[in-house]
């Protein structure tokens, strides 16, 4: 199904974003869960979806990881199972995604969804990327304070929390009610009764991240290869003594790395194009043909992106998990990067060029699309 989300963005962004939490009442009108308790636990019994269970009894915090065997042992209180990236294993969770992408595709990071019994939450935290917590099934009570610097607290060693704070929301979520987050801000939620929330988080990397990423890609590319010179070198009273001058050269070779605009865009496209989460791969057995492919779209077949794919786009170039998209037709990889499911019209004749259908070809035997039944 298609989610209507009911928000005006242009007076969001230049009201909360960033700056303030708020929570929208209805922001979803008659909100729809797309799965069922049961359902999320199935997916935290695979090995490769990234889940978690987080309880309390009288100020005793416990955290455990998937997959798990069973639930049979959990009481009806005071615990919550919190599962990442169900956008990548679910269809139908996915859509909860799309009226998000009024917002940049490269921001967005994955859908988390939790289910929690009555009294079940993760504790007061703060976190450092924006949230958009959705109310599905059930009621639950959050809490939100002002952006200021708390203690931090480790109740669990896998559970990072912060000290009281007194709230500027303090109100109960109903179905299809929204609450967003900026960064920073310390908020805590428990359930008022069995409850489904949908957190969709939006990623933003920091300086180390940036740095190590593109220290990779110098590497791989074997880029800098060039080595400091000093044919103007003085005569100084310490040889001991780094001078400025010096110091400056250095730093400049290092910049002079950064400041190469088509090495930095095609690096930044790969590194930021790549899940930081397992995607639901399953290329087909056996492969495609290029003229299966070409026959198939021809016919009237659609083309579905994967769940949780990142596809991105800088200039006319085109990334897709951390690849870059190398073909001539951009207006056909552009309607890769935007379209969620795509047929031989929106291709158009770039489905008559051979290396182009050579391509998406190779992305579609990776199991990055696929055909939709």
């Known amino acids: 199904m298609e989610y209507q989300l009911d928000l005006d963005w242009n007076d969001f962004l230049q009201r909360y974003w960033q700056k303030r939490p708020v929570i929208i009442k209805r922001?979803?009108?008659?909100?729809?869960?797309?799965?069922?308790?049961?359902?999320?636990a199935g997916l935290a019994m695979e090995t490769e979806?990234?889940?978690?269970?987080?309880?309390?009894?009288?100020?005793?915090?416990?955290?455990?990881?998937?997959?798990?065997?069973?639930?049979?042992?959990?009481?009806?209180?005071?615990?919550?199972?919190l599962v990442q990236a169900v956008d990548h294993w679910h269809e139908p969770s996915a859509a909860l995604m799309r009226p998000f992408r009024q917002l940049p595709d490269w921001r967005i990071d994955d859908l988390m969804i939790s289910f929690s019994v009555p009294g079940g939450g993760v504790g007061p935290h703060l976190d450092q990327y924006d949230v958009f917590i959705?109310?599905?099934?059930?009621?639950?009570?959050?809490?939100?304070?002002?952006?200021?610097?708390?203690?931090?607290?480790?109740?669990?060693?896998?559970?990072?929390?912060?000290?009281p704070f007194n709230a500027?929301?303090?109100?109960?979520?109903?179905?299809?009610?929204?609450?967003?987050?900026?960064?920073?801000?310390?908020?805590?939620?428990?359930?008022?009764e069995n409850a489904l929330n949908y957190s969709?988080?939006?990623?933003?990397?920091?300086?180390?991240?940036?740095?190590?990423?593109?220290?990779?890609?110098?590497?791989?590319?074997?880029?800098?290869?060039?080595?400091?010179?000093?044919?103007?070198?003085?005569?100084?009273?310490?040889?001991?003594?780094?001078?400025?001058?010096?110091?400056?050269?250095?730093?400049n070779m290092m910049l002079d790395l950064v400041q190469q605009p088509e090495q930095f865009n095609h690096w930044f496209g790969e590194?930021?194009?790549q899940s930081r989460h397992e995607l639901d791969l399953a290329p087909p057995e056996p492969p495609y043909q290029a003229g299966e492919i070409y026959d198939l779209?021809?016919?009237g077949d659609k083309l579905q992106r994967l769940g949780g794919l990142r596809v991105v786009k800088i200039g006319a170039e085109c990334y897709a998990n951390g690849e870059r998209l190398v073909?001539?037709?951009q207006q056909a990889v552009a309607t890769l990067a935007s379209a969620n499911v795509i047929d031989a019209v929106q291709l158009g004749e770039a489905l008559d060029d051979a290396s182009f259908l050579a391509l998406l070809t190779s992305l579609i035997n990776n199991g990055y699309w696929y055909f939709k039944n």
């Open 168 to 192: 500027i929301i303090d109100e109960e979520m109903e179905p299809g009610d929204m609450l967003y987050i900026p960064p920073g801000f310390p908020h805590e939620g428990y359930s008022l």
């Open 49 to 81: 979806v990234d889940s978690r269970l987080v309880s309390h009894d009288e100020g005793r915090w416990q955290v455990s990881h998937g997959p798990f065997e069973s639930f049979d042992h959990l009481g009806e209180n005071n615990w919550s199972l």
């Open 297 to 299: 779209l021809r016919q």
């Open 327 to 329: 073909t001539e037709h």
């Open 134 to 163: 959705i109310q599905g099934s059930g009621r639950r009570h959050w809490r939100v304070g002002d952006k200021k610097i708390l203690k931090q607290l480790c109740p669990h060693p896998d559970l990072l929390q912060v000290e």
């Open 200 to 251: 969709v988080g939006f990623r933003a990397p920091n300086g180390r991240e940036l740095v190590s990423g593109f220290a990779d890609y110098v590497l791989a590319q074997e880029l800098g290869g060039m080595r400091y010179s000093d044919p103007d070198v003085t005569l100084r009273p310490d040889p001991a003594e780094i001078l400025p001058g010096e110091i400056d050269g250095l730093r």
């Open 27 to 40: 922001a979803f009108k008659d909100f729809i869960d797309p799965l069922s308790p049961d359902e999320l």
């Open 271 to 273: 590194f930021i194009s």
